[in-house]
């Protein structure tokens, strides 16, 4: 090998050593910038996770235990049906007084109905007894004209 072909080699060792140099360092930021970018993801997810820990703790002191839940529902589900038990006997007792009214206002229309059908009888009788008299009393008034 002669000089010349080692300077040109040496040339070339150079330029790759420049070259690869150049791209590491290039490799290099782009590893920092993705580190800081994976960091930077990571403090906002520790940060999203503590906030989203902490909204779930104000949940959890918000809400009552399951028993004492159950317990109360118990107590209102008793309450309720002991109202609907109230209300179905204030039910039950108009119903029977409007059976009883309906039976009442049935029997006064009957009896009334029978007044009136022995009021109109009776007026009946009268007119034609009235009637009756009218002609006898008409007649005896001719045969008494016609006697004198």
């Not at 090998?1 to 790759?16: H, I």
């Not at 970018?37 to 809400?63: G, I, P």
């Not at 159950?70 to 589900?77: C, F, G, I, P, V």
């Not at 009214?101 to 007894?129: C, Y």
Request: proline content about 1%; charged content about 30%.
């Amino acid at each position: 090998m002669s000089k010349g072909n080692l300077d040109d080699r040496l040339a070339t060792v150079t330029q790759w050593e420049v070259d690869h140099t150049a791209l590491a360092l290039e490799r290099w930021t782009a590893h920092r910038r993705e580190h800081e970018t994976v960091a930077e993801s990571l403090r906002d997810y520790k940060h999203d996770a503590n906030e989203w820990r902490s909204t779930l703790q104000d949940l959890r002191l918000t809400f009552i235990p399951k028993a004492e839940f159950q317990s109360e529902h118990r107590a209102l589900d008793a309450k309720l049906h002991g109202e609907i038990q109230a209300l179905a006997g204030i039910v039950n007792t108009i119903d029977a007084r409007l059976d009883q009214a309906q039976g009442d206002i049935k029997t006064q229309a009957t009896e009334s109905s029978a007044r009136r059908s022995v009021f109109s009888d009776s007026r009946n009788v009268l007119a034609t007894a009235g009637i009756v008299f009218g002609l006898i009393a008409t007649a005896l008034l001719i045969l008494d004209r016609v006697a004198k």
